[in-house]
């Protein structure tokens, strides 16, 4: 049995490093193409949030209903079936956390390039292996990395809105609610603009790959879930209204380092650069926490499926060694073959229906009565789940609709994992008796 040395702390910090990361200190470069209203950008970080909280209140009852590490890979077999759960974690282990991996090393080397001129890629791959060795090594330093960068990381967030606050009004857009901000809320680029804003999101249920580590889990993981998500939407509210407030509009537009152009009308070109600085080493924390979190879907696989053994190796701190380093390798391929957008889209849409078949099992969860003494309770159920629920499907229906090839092959690659689940599982799966 795991020694349980996660605690609280360590765990909400780990949302919030998932979840303050890529997303935030690039999406509104996107989003500013096609909505020019400063209230409706605001108001698109505001429902990204309250939606994440719906989650998070969700997940915190699967969540301890089922305290084992490995996230939807966990909670899907049990809800459903074992091939539903490995397709979940299968797109985790190939492509879920390395894809994002690579996106936030990319996104530092970015930053980094503005004042080293460092190529990205040469940085965002020192970056990735330096952390995998950190992770794959020792629990210990590794939960101290994580707790010490991200309490950096929201520190110097907090600073960076109050001088963009008191800086002056030097953007172009208004924030006024009046009727261009309804009509931007039925347009297809106001749902797409959520894709971004969902994908920055990413991450409030990152305590639940880990879960299986966190001390009291019953009490700690609904706590580090709900905290984490509500901390990171009012960062998320405040640095985007910053950013807006601080740059015209016409600067931000198309720009991946949004923070970077913000911190150049707050502190000048000079103070511009220390930002850059300043906002590569926050992104580290992002790396570091999807590092962390993801082996232990690979890991948690490894050990129920005879197939994927090797990925259940530790070493004698319990640290999944073999999956670290396997995410590690995808992740230098997505360095150099992936891009933002495609992360988004590709990844966004995957994800996004993974998050939707958990949240309906808490249906599923109730209706079996499959929930276990001290478990978490969602508040206001039904309702919590369905206002989830519509909201993702309506995610899903303008991301299909939107982006087609990139659904269809999120589709595929969703199917892909399931081809490999019977596969291997013929003659090969060890007793399941944790997965059913």
Same mark, same amino acid.
């Given at each position: 049995?795991?020694?349980?040395?996660?605690?609280?702390?360590?765990?909400?910090?780990?949302?919030?490093?998932?979840?303050?990361?890529?997303?935030?200190?690039?999406?509104?470069?996107?989003?500013?193409?096609?909505?020019?209203?400063?209230?409706?950008?605001?108001?698109?970080?505001?429902?990204?949030?309250?939606?994440?909280?719906?989650?998070?209140?969700?997940?915190?009852?699967?969540?301890?209903?089922?305290?084992?590490?490995?996230?939807?890979?966990?909670?899907?077999?049990?809800?459903?079936?074992?091939?539903?759960?490995?397709?979940?974690?299968?797109?985790?282990?190939?492509?879920?956390?390395?894809?994002?991996?690579?996106?936030?090393?990319?996104?530092?080397?970015?930053?980094?390039?503005?004042?080293?001129?460092?190529?990205?890629?040469?940085?965002?791959?020192?970056?990735?292996?330096?952390?995998?060795?950190?992770?794959?090594?020792?629990?210990?330093?590794?939960?101290?990395?994580?707790?010490?960068?991200?309490? /950096?990381?929201?520190?110097?967030?907090?600073?960076?809105?109050?001088?963009?606050?008191?800086?002056?009004?030097?953007?172009?857009?208004?924030?006024?609610?009046?009727?261009?901000?309804?009509?931007?809320?039925?347009?297809?680029?106001?749902? @797409?603009?959520?894709?971004?804003?969902?994908?920055?999101?990413?991450?409030?249920?990152?305590?639940?790959?880990?879960?299986?580590?966190?001390?009291?889990?019953?009490?700690?993981?609904?706590?580090?879930?709900?905290?984490?998500?509500?901390?990171?939407?009012?960062?998320?509210?405040?640095?985007?209204?910053?950013?807006?407030?601080?740059?015209?509009?016409?600067?931000?537009?198309?720009?991946?380092?949004?923070?970077?152009?913000?911190?150049?009308?707050?502190?000048?070109?000079?103070?511009?650069?220390?930002?850059?600085?300043?906002?590569?080493?926050?992104?580290?924390?992002?790396?570091?926490?999807?590092?962390?979190?993801?082996?232990?879907?690979?890991?948690?696989?490894?050990?129920?499926?005879?197939?994927?053994?090797?990925?259940?190796?530790?070493?004698?701190?319990?640290?999944?060694?073999?999956?670290?380093?396997?995410?590690?390798?995808?992740?230098?391929?997505?360095?150099?073959?992936?891009?933002?957008?495609?992360?988004?889209?590709?990844?966004?849409?995957?994800?996004?229906?993974?998050?939707?078949?958990?949240?309906?099992?808490?249906?599923? @969860?109730?209706?079996?009565?499959?929930?276990?003494?001290?478990?978490?309770?969602?508040?206001?159920?039904?309702?919590?789940?369905?206002?989830?629920? /519509?909201?993702?499907?309506?995610?899903?229906?303008?991301?299909?609709?939107?982006?087609?090839?990139?659904?269809?092959?999120?589709?595929?690659?969703?199917?892909?994992?399931?081809?490999?689940?019977?596969?291997?599982?013929?003659?090969?799966?060890?007793?399941?008796?944790?997965?059913?």
């Amino acid at each position: 049995m795991n020694k349980k040395t996660i605690g609280f702390y360590t765990a909400t910090s780990v949302v919030i490093a998932n979840m303050v990361g890529t997303g935030v200190f690039t999406s509104l470069g996107y989003q500013v193409l096609d909505i020019k209203n400063g209230s409706s950008i605001v108001l698109l970080w505001i429902i990204g949030g309250i939606v994440s909280l719906l989650g998070a209140l969700c997940y915190a009852e699967i969540g301890t209903t089922f305290p084992r590490s490995g996230g939807e890979y966990n909670y899907l077999s049990k809800i459903y079936h074992p091939a539903v759960g490995f397709m979940s974690g299968f797109v985790s282990s190939t492509v879920a956390f390395s894809a994002p991996v690579a996106a936030a090393a990319l996104a530092l080397g970015t930053y980094f390039n503005n004042v080293f001129a460092v190529d990205p890629k040469i940085t965002a791959c020192i970056v990735v292996i330096a952390l995998s060795f950190v992770h794959a090594f020792t629990l210990n330093w590794g939960s101290k990395i994580q707790t010490s960068f991200t309490i /950096i990381k929201v520190l110097l967030i907090i600073v960076f809105i109050v001088f963009g606050l008191f800086s002056g009004h030097t953007g172009d857009v208004s924030f006024a609610l009046n009727s261009s901000t309804l009509g931007d809320v039925t347009t297809a680029a106001f749902a @797409i603009a959520l894709f971004y804003v969902s994908y920055s999101y990413s991450g409030w249920n990152a305590a639940s790959y880990i879960a299986g580590e966190i001390e009291n889990p019953q009490r700690n993981l609904p706590k580090s879930l709900l905290y984490g998500t509500a901390i990171v939407t009012v960062l998320y509210v405040l640095l985007n209204y910053v950013f807006l407030y601080t740059a015209p509009i016409g600067e931000l537009a198309g720009k991946a380092d949004v923070g970077a152009v913000s911190a150049n009308f707050i502190f000048g070109v000079t103070g511009g650069k220390i930002i850059s600085i300043v906002i590569s080493i926050l992104l580290v924390s992002s790396v570091s926490s999807m590092v962390m979190a993801g082996p232990r879907v690979s890991q948690t696989m490894g050990n129920d499926l005879k197939f994927l053994s090797f990925l259940g190796k530790t070493t004698k701190n319990n640290t999944p060694l073999n999956a670290t380093f396997f995410q590690c390798i995808i992740s230098l391929f997505f360095i150099f073959t992936a891009t933002f957008s495609q992360v988004i889209t590709y990844i966004g849409f995957t994800l996004l229906m993974f998050t939707f078949l958990t949240v309906f099992g808490l249906f599923v @969860i109730r209706t079996r009565k499959m929930s276990v003494e001290g478990a978490f309770k969602t508040p206001l159920y039904p309702l919590t789940p369905i206002l989830f629920l /519509i909201f993702n499907t309506w995610l899903l229906y303008f991301g299909f609709t939107q982006k087609p090839v990139e659904s269809l092959i999120g589709l595929g690659t969703v199917l892909l994992g399931l081809v490999v689940y019977f596969i291997g599982r013929k003659g090969n799966q060890k007793d399941n008796k944790t997965l059913i």
